[in-house]
């Protein structure tokens, strides 16, 4: 039996983990860990290949992370979503503080790193998330729009609302008018995410 750690790309949200845990299982290979981009399989690589594992990922979207540089970037991405979706810590520290400590390294190699590879600056795909977050929040309508502000880091409504719809190409008010319409997944936010291809109109500071 062979133990592996698998970096894998594009597996970012909790559904794509269930389908990797499940179509793994299915080969007859061992989970022994998951969770956002990784997985710990225990597996017989005389029955099973890692031509057939990375087969079966690439028919889901996922493809594995070979190299260190690559590595980090996944790691960048899952922190970026761990901070902005799953905690309320927005308001109580800087993005680049937050990331740089978590990764040792300085904020300008992070961000060069993140651009090299995806295409977008690090301070963009942290914006496009938490822009998304906003969205859900207004959905669930259970906190004030000032309420949100604070809570996701912003010095007031007017700038929180400036940066909405410089992403979104429409006014917080727009958008809850038909909110299903504006929503996009946290695994296809990225470059081309923005509205419109100009920033001119939309405040870009996160940190």
Same mark, same amino acid.
């Given at each position: ?47 099973i290949t890692m031509e057939a594992i990375e087969e079966m ?38 993005? #680049? ?8 390294? %300085?904020?300008? $190699? !992070? +961000?060069?790193? /993140?651009?090299?590879?995806? @295409? ?25 729009? #000032? ?8 010095? %007031?409504?007017? $700038? !929180? +609302?400036?940066? /909405?719809?410089?992403?979104? @190409? ?38």
């Open positions: 039996m062979k133990k592996l750690t698998l970096h894998l790309n594009n597996m970012i949200c909790d559904c794509c983990v269930r389908v990797v845990k499940m179509d793994l299982e299915a080969m007859g290979v061992k989970v022994l860990k998951i969770s956002l981009g990784e997985v710990v399989i225990n597996f017989n690589p005389l029955k990922l690439e028919t889901n979207g996922i493809s594995l992370i070979k190299n260190k540089e690559g590595i980090m970037v996944k790691e960048i991405k899952r922190s970026v979503i761990s901070l902005v979706h799953h905690t309320t810590f927005n308001a109580m520290v800087r993005n #680049s503080d937050y990331l740089v400590g978590k990764f040792g390294k %300085s904020y300008p $190699y !992070l +961000s060069s790193l /993140f651009s090299k590879y995806e @295409g977008i600056t690090l301070e963009k795909y942290i914006i496009l998330h938490k822009v998304e977050r906003i969205k859900g929040l207004i959905e669930e309508n259970e906190l004030t729009l #000032s309420e949100i502000a604070f809570m996701m880091g912003y010095s %007031s409504v007017q $700038y !929180l +609302s400036t940066q /909405f719809k410089g992403v979104t @190409g429409v006014s917080v008010s727009e958008f809850k008018k038909h909110p299903a319409q504006y929503r996009v997944s946290i695994d296809k936010l990225g470059k081309g995410s923005f509205a419109t291809e100009s920033d001119d109109n939309i405040p870009m500071s996160v940190i």
